[in-house]
């Protein structure tokens, strides 16, 4: 059995890319475990522990949690001496919930269905969880304008995750690479936290081509 609390499932090409960045962050021992897309997501014993068969995932102390946004949530509270959360009486816990899931939810509907240029009758429009793409991304953009971090000048993993979205969209043409976005995800990917994990990616990549 590993010395480590965490065991984390991930794929180097993937969106799991938050996680490795949110476990550097987090500074606390864990084991990564490879997967590739044709095989061993889908076997019976990784099925198991994610039954949509996809990464990210990891098992803390035998407690399974999946979904990128709970896993960083999670992680932050399991470990709050690391400061990755304000506390749970702060005035700003409202706003670090508010915009971890605002990416997790509106924010990745609205680009993902814009972008798969998905034809929304005018009749079901009111059935969106964001209206519009444009007041998505200007709401989006208030969100990291005006201070270093979503809480201010405290970090958390409401930036983690949001900044990997925002860094993810601009790279691939989806997001508007707006003066705002582009500062926000400077100042992060300056992290050295951020930097290891990008080491990390790139070595798990190399290893895996030549497989």
Same mark, same amino acid.
């Given at each position: 059995?590993?010395?480590?609390? =965490?065991? &984390?499932?991930?794929?180097?090409?993937?969106?799991?890319? #938050?996680?490795?960045?949110?476990?550097?962050?987090?500074?606390?021992? +864990?084991?990564? =475990?490879?997967?590739?897309?044709?095989? $061993?997501?889908?076997?019976?014993?990784?099925?198991? @522990?994610?039954?949509?068969?996809? @990464?990210? *995932?990891? @098992?803390?102390?035998?407690? #399974?949690?999946?979904?990128?946004?709970?896993? %960083? *949530?999670?992680?932050?509270?399991?470990?709050?001496?690391?400061?990755?959360?304000?506390?749970?009486?702060?005035?700003?816990?409202?706003? +670090?919930?508010?915009?971890?899931?605002? *990416? !997790?939810?509106?924010?990745?509907? $609205? =680009?993902?269905?814009?972008?798969?240029?998905?034809? =929304?009758?005018?009749?079901?429009?009111?059935?969106?969880?964001?209206?519009?793409? !444009?007041?998505? #991304?200007?709401?989006?953009?208030?969100?990291?304008?005006?201070?270093?971090?979503? %809480?201010?000048?405290?970090?958390?993993?409401?930036?983690?995750? #949001?900044?990997?979205?925002?860094? &993810?969209?601009?790279?691939?043409?989806?997001?508007?690479?707006?003066? !705002? &976005?582009? !500062? +926000?995800?400077?100042?992060?990917?300056?992290?050295?936290?951020?930097?290891?994990?990008?080491?990390?990616?790139?070595?798990?990549?190399?290893?895996?081509?030549?497989?």
């Amino acid at each position: 059995m590993s010395a480590s609390r =965490i065991t &984390f499932y991930s794929n180097p090409q993937s969106r799991a890319a #938050v996680i490795h960045w949110m476990l550097e962050e987090l500074g606390e021992p +864990y084991e990564t =475990i490879y997967l590739n897309y044709q095989g $061993a997501m889908k076997t019976p014993e990784y099925l198991a @522990v994610n039954p949509m068969g996809k @990464v990210p *995932a990891i @098992v803390h102390d035998g407690q #399974v949690v999946t979904e990128g946004a709970a896993i %960083c *949530a999670f992680l932050a509270d399991q470990y709050p001496q690391k400061n990755l959360a304000p506390a749970t009486d702060s005035p700003l816990r409202g706003t +670090y919930y508010r915009w971890l899931f605002f *990416a !997790a939810g509106p924010l990745e509907e $609205a =680009i993902t269905m814009t972008s798969l240029k998905m034809p =929304i009758p005018a009749d079901k429009s009111a059935m969106l969880g964001f209206g519009t793409l !444009a007041r998505t #991304v200007d709401v989006l953009e208030q969100a990291v304008s005006g201070s270093n971090w979503i %809480c201010g000048e405290q970090f958390t993993a409401a930036d983690v995750y #949001v900044g990997s979205a925002i860094r &993810f969209y601009m790279l691939f043409g989806v997001l508007e690479a707006r003066p !705002a &976005f582009k !500062a +926000y995800v400077d100042r992060l990917t300056q992290r050295p936290a951020y930097q290891r994990s990008l080491k990390i990616l790139e070595q798990a990549a190399a290893t895996q081509q030549k497989q």
